[in-house]
């Protein structure tokens, strides 16, 4: 793999990545929490791609973990979206009132 | 510069990659912020079939794609605030008439026949890959059943 084709990779992955961050500070609803997530993991899985060159057996190994971990999330998210809806008769973030903590 | 072709087409892939994450956060409805992401994935996983690594191209279409991302568009459309077309139906014009020129042309050119395809995926699979694909099939079923579990101890608490 050349240096360029390096660069390209990593830089792209860094502006999926800030652009599933930004989608995902500025929702306001889960689905799209959702989708900014899905985004985040897309950048996660290209900058995995260097990795096949060096150690290629265990960079799929790797694949496989974070592609099936990351599904897993994503499941229980949209479980939860449906579960959300069926008890607040809504799918905004602004009615998740509690988690986190208040500085 | 010399620029190989590879490189070239490497460029174009992530081009069209950061596009359609640039259009899921500038669109406002959540369908189409759907349909670019998974876009956007399926351009992920063309840069892996591009440095020929199929079997993590076949994983992140087949389970990021197609069953997230199909999941995710169905959820957006199902849960669409204010539905309003934002492509003008004469766009669809000029996509079937270069739909007609592009499968005419295919037509009378002389494409060279299939060779056999030789599957890459089996000197990966090793008992220690089953297994552990095994283990993360078994978490993923773990999974959805305590958020079933979950559903259902709300449903009983309600009645």
Redo the contacts between chains.
Sequence with gaps: ??G??LS??Y??SF??LL??Y??AI?SK?L??L???L??M???V??SL?PL?SAIS?AA??I???T??????E???L????V?M???RKN?YTSSVTIGGDKL | MNIEIETLLLLAIAGVAVLSSLAVLLTRDNFYASMFMSATLVMVAGIYALFNLQPVFVLIVFIFVGALGIVTIALAATYRFAPERQISVLWALPVIITAFILGYSVHISNLASLEKIQFALQKFITPEYLLLILFLTALIILLMLSVLKMGIEKEEGRS
Aim: charged letters at 15%.
């Design positions: 793999m050349q360029i084709e390209i990779i830089v792209t502006a999926i652009m599933g930004f989608t500025s609803d689905i799209r959702l989708i900014a899905e985004l993991f897309g950048a899985f290209m791609i096949f057996n799929f190994g694949a496989i973990i592609i099936f971990t990351s599904s897993g994503l499941l229980v949209i479980a939860a979206i579960t809806d069926r008890e799918i």
